[in-house]
């Protein structure tokens, strides 16, 4: 589930005082996309009952939005417990509480941030994000931000930038060449798991899904076992060690961070961090690998396993069939 996106975070204050517990809190929650919340009218699919709205289509990738003539209104919605009061207005979530300690207000800011999204997306045909979150504590204003966090940066100059686009213009004549599907299926794999981790809204959102695709990676260009992919890594140059830090763990953990399995436990602290680390190393690791592939294509001194294409397995086709018979019949 969300367990492995759990990442520390710190509560920064507005003022050099020291909290009092009990404390009257105000937590908030900011969104995107604003469509849905009625603080705009572009940037999703949600259109205005009995208005007018132009369907925005983008034909190269095929992304749509509706845009009506008069949007909603910023939302105005209000639901109270007995110990909390929450209102939706706009797009500001802000759930009121009296918290008798930090670990309690910690509890109630992690309930928020990772449910409040979901329950969302169950009614909201926009899937919702949080752009961040912020509040009051006995009046003082704070911030909830990640404690830590790292990135990586690559520093270049304009030679060097234009030599790794004459590279990958060259790999065209190399994917070009018969029988070197697999290194394209490499290629792809790798490209959706470098987006993911671009694409994610919150810090490892997307990280089991990363993992798995770093999986496929090595999947579709060694095929075998894990000790075929080993041996074949070894004999690209890398030591038996940089095989087992780099590349064997996305293998390992291709189904067992909630990729290919339904995952509820728990991580403790030490553990995410070390999934977080491993994640974003890996993305250089790899990086560095399909260049190396295709320079030992160029140098002749590798070749990927051949692949015959071939149509999907009959079972599979039944499976379509039988999904194309339950479509409605406007699909």
Known sequence: MLTYQIRPRVLRLDSDQ??????????????????????????????????KASLIVNANNGQTEVQSSRGLKPLEVVVEWPDRR?????????????????SELEDDLQSAYYAMPTLLNAFFVDPPFVTHVGGTLNGVKFRWELARFKTRVETTDQSHQETLGGKAIVGLATLGKGGRR????????????????????????????????????????FPGDRESVRRELIQLGYTTAEV???FMP??????????????LSLFNI???????????????????LMARVLTR?????????????????AELVKLVETLKANLPSNS
């Open 18 to 51: 020291v909290p009092s517990w009990p404390a009257d809190v105000v937590i908030e929650l900011h969104f995107s996309p604003g469509q849905p919340f009625g603080t705009s009218r572009t940037g999703g699919r949600t259109a205005v009952r009995n208005e």
């Open 86 to 102: 929450c209102e939706l207005k706009g797009n500001m979530f802000t759930m009121t509480v009296r918290a008798n300690s930090l």
């Open 182 to 221: 697999r290194l394209f299926g490499a290629l792809h794999y790798f490209h959706v798991a470098s987006r993911l981790a671009r694409a994610s809204a919150t810090a490892g959102e997307f990280m089991a899904e990363t993992l798995l695709n770093l999986a496929k990676t090595l999947e579709v260009l």
């Open 244 to 246: 087992e830090a780099k």
């Open 250 to 263: 996305a293998m390992l953990l291709r189904s067992k961070v909630d990729s290919a399995h339904v995952l």
């Open 270 to 288: 030490d553990q995410l961090k070390t999934l977080h680390a491993y994640t974003l190393d890996a993305e250089d690791a790899f990086r560095e």
């Open 297 to 313: 294509i160029e140098e002749g001194s590798f070749e990927p396993h051949p692949y015959e294409v071939r149509a999907v397995d």
